[in-house]
């Protein structure tokens, strides 16, 4: 069963840092292009960034320099390092895992940016 597993969410004040993992199971983790998306309450589900199979990397306007997506093929994980987090970070967070057109999907995970 294809799975993927969000982790490293939490409650951080403004500044502070946080790593999401997303552990994949029973695919070809190296073959998809993996990403990160977010949804706060009462918004619509937002890009955050995404990794290609090859490494490139992109990423929304809101979090350039401030977010890294990284991705361990050895591991079957996918990273996203969160860094001056603010306020307006605050959603839920998804992993993605996409292949010719087919997209699969975490649970998410939490954070909130609060003091």
């Known amino acids: 069963q294809v799975q993927l597993v969000e982790s490293g969410g939490g409650l951080v004040q403004p500044g502070g840092s946080l790593r999401l993992s997303c552990a994949a199971s029973?695919?070809?983790?190296?073959?998809?292009?993996m990403g990160w998306y977010r949804q706060a309450p009462g918004k619509q589900r937002e890009l955050v960034a995404v990794?290609?199979?090859?490494?490139?990397?992109d990423y929304a306007d809101s979090v350039k320099g401030r977010f890294t997506i990284s991705r361990d093929n050895a591991k079957n994980t996918a990273y996203l390092q969160m860094n001056s987090l603010k306020p307006e970070d605050t959603a839920v967070y998804s992993c993605s895992a996409e292949r010719w057109g087919s997209t699969i999907w975490g649970q998410g995970t939490q954070v909130t940016v609060s003091s």
């Open positions: 029973a695919i070809i983790f190296r073959s998809y292009n």
């Open positions: 990794i290609t199979t090859g490494g490139s990397t």
